[in-house]
């Protein structure tokens, strides 16, 4: 994880949207990175990184998440 001055949204549309996507308000994900998901309450998931570390996905971000997953499946 790293620490910026910039915001959120100004990083998010300089990364390569293939590659990176929002999981929540405060957290741009490598999808690289991406161990396994597991559902968790309120329709939110659990995502676990290769690091060992854990984030929860907002639900506003779920259908984003689900779409990047299938189109990164070649």
């Given at each position: 994880?790293?620490?910026?001055?910039?915001?959120?949204?100004?990083?998010?549309?300089?990364?390569?949207?293939?590659?990176?996507?929002?999981?929540?308000?405060?957290?741009?994900?490598?999808?690289?990175q991406?161990?396994?998901?597991?559902?968790?309450?309120?329709?939110?998931?659990?995502?676990?990184?290769?690091?060992?570390?854990?984030?929860?996905?907002?639900?506003?971000?779920?259908?984003?998440?689900?779409?990047?997953?299938?189109?990164?499946?070649?």
């Open positions: 994880s790293f620490i910026i001055k910039e915001k959120l949204y100004e990083l998010e549309s300089k990364l390569p949207s293939t590659k990176f996507i929002r999981i929540s308000k405060s957290v741009i994900a490598n999808l690289n991406l161990d396994r998901f597991e559902p968790s309450f309120n329709g939110t998931l659990c995502v676990y990184f290769k690091s060992g570390k854990k984030e929860y996905v907002s639900r506003n971000f779920v259908p984003a998440i689900r779409k990047a997953l299938k189109l990164n499946r070649r």
